[in-house]
């Protein structure tokens, strides 16, 4: 037992440390040393929490030499909608900022996976808790980034912090306060040494992990939460439908109760950052017979070769950095 938790440790070893400020990044419509994409102490965002971030990998193939990134367009459609909500201006459309994120990722000349994180925020120094009036920024950075979490059998805790709901801090939207409530959760289960959190709703149905949409297997079908119940609108989870769905397994998007994670045959986290991760307990049960069940991996093998462009299926969704 003791193994398997430092094996867990040492695969996400490097999540927790801090981010070299070495390379490019992108800040208010240049590129500018990382070290140099500096903000003010009064940002309002950073008092506030009003900002709006996205995630997006971008899997490095050696036998092609090529970096592709995984659903580009599909992560800047989804910012679009995170600022509507908060009343930011973007300082381009989706195709404008999958280009800066190109461009970014080139003058790096990474090779090996990486992650992007834009950041839409509101940079004015200001006091004032509102929304509207004050400035925007808009910035860009990218590093490498192996395992988010462990992928190869995780523990999950479920929080005793519900998730926010959407008419107090909307889940739908990636925004930066919002995510008090998942490191909350995080640090709760950690300290019951699991890896992962599980969110109830408010009125305690599953949600979603703390940064990871959740599905479970039950007399052979795939099921996810609805989009109803306080859940980012994972990308990762719209392409598991579609793959799970290609590959004959039946889907479906309906409610879970927390005991059903319990008797369920598998459960599995799926997120840019945790990619397709099993999970093989939860709240000190075992899920299934505790490993790895066969459809998360079977979809865990087709998602990484679908992202490494190992798998020529959905080349939609996949685009290459280097000409
Ligand atoms: C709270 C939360 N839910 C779900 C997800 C999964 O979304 P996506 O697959 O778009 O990365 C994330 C981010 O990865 C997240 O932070």
Redesign the pocket.
């Known amino acids: 037992m003791a193994s398997t938790v430092q094996q867990r440790l040492n695969e996400v070893a490097a999540v927790g440390q801090e981010i070299a400020e070495t390379g490019v990044a992108y800040l208010d419509g240049k590129f500018t040393p990382l070290a140099d994409a500096k903000v003010s102490i009064a940002t309002h965002a950073l008092q506030y929490g009003t900002g709006v971030f996205e995630?997006i990998r971008a899997y490095w193939n050696p036998a092609k030499e090529q970096l592709y990134v995984f659903r580009l367009r599909e992560?800047f459609e989804?910012m679009a909608g995170s600022v509507r909500i908060m009343r930011i201006t973007l300082p381009g459309d989706p195709d404008a900022l999958s280009e800066i994120a190109l461009e970014l990722l080139r003058k790096n000349g990474f090779k090996s996976d990486v992650y992007v994180r834009p950041l839409a925020f509101k940079a004015a120094r200001s006091v004032k808790v509102a929304l509207q009036g004050l400035r925007d920024g808009f910035g860009m950075y990218a590093f490498p980034l192996g395992a988010y979490l462990p992928t190869g059998g995780l523990a999950a805790r479920t929080a005793s912090w519900r998730r926010t709901s959407d008419d107090a801090i909307p889940?739908r939207g990636?925004l930066t306060g919002a995510y008090i409530n998942?490191a909350l959760a995080v640090d709760e289960a950690h300290d019951f040494e699991a890896d992962e959190a599980i969110f109830l709703t408010a009125d305690g149905h599953v949600s979603?992990?703390?940064?990871?949409?959740i599905f479970m297997v039950r007399d052979g079908a795939l099921i996810t939460p609805p989009v109803t119940d306080d859940?980012?609108e994972?990308?990762?989870?719209d392409s598991i439908l579609q793959i799970a769905a290609e590959l004959g397994i039946l889907v479906g998007e309906r409610q879970i109760d927390r005991t059903e994670l319990y008797v369920a045959d598998e459960v599995f986290f799926?997120?840019?950052?945790?990619q397709v991760a099993p999970c093989v307990k939860i709240d000190g049960r075992v899920v299934g017979d505790g490993q790895i069940g066969p459809v998360a991996k079977k979809i865990g093998e087709v998602y990484f070769g679908i992202a490494h462009g190992d798998d020529k299926a959905h080349p939609e969704w996949r685009t290459a950095v280097y000409r």
């Open positions: 995630g992560h989804r889940a990636k998942t979603e992990g703390g940064g990871a949409n859940i980012l994972g990308i990762t989870r799926c997120g840019t950052g945790a």
